[in-house]
Nanobody, 129 residues
Framework: QVQLVESGGDSVQSGGSLTLSCVVSVYPYSYSMAWFRQAPGKEREGVAG????????DYADSVKGRFFISQDNDKKTLYLQIDSLSAEDTAMYFC???????????????????????WGQGTQVTVSS
């Protein structure tokens, strides 16, 4: 059983930055990891994914250039750095994990929440203008 615990959410001013963390109970090397978010009244959105063995990352178009996903296997921790925050970034942020699978499959499906088996409890990010 994989357990994920997020932290780092906060209330911040527009234009600020945050780094979210997700501690994983197992070495993440065997898993594909991603960050999702869900704002009130909106569908869950995959914002950043990482395929660890290839060192490849991908992002939703809405966050490219502002969100940066990284992973520290020694610390068993996934990170999401968020720059230039705006009110549109206000949401609950979740990290998720699934068995690694092939790179080709990951490239097509990293943002699909239904493909992930393990989820954290979420951490709230609130951005005020």
């Amino acid at each position: 059983q994989v357990q994920l615990v997020e932290s780092g959410g906060d209330s911040v001013q527009s234009g600020g930055s945050l780094t979210l963390s997700c501690v994983v109970s197992v070495y993440p090397y065997s898993y594909s990891m991603a960050w999702f978010r869900q704002a009130p009244g909106k569908e869950r959105e995959g914002v950043a994914g990482i395929y660890v063995t290839h060192g490849v990352t991908d992002y939703a178009d809405s966050v490219k250039g502002r969100f940066f996903i990284s992973q520290d296997n020694d610390k068993k921790t996934l990170y999401l750095q968020i720059d230039s925050l705006s009110a549109e970034d206000t949401a609950m942020y979740f990290c998720a994990a699934r068995e690694r699978g092939s790179y080709a499959d990951w490239a097509l499906s990293w943002a699909l929440g239904d493909r992930y088996n393990y989820w954290g409890q979420g951490t709230q990010v609130t951005v005020s203008s």
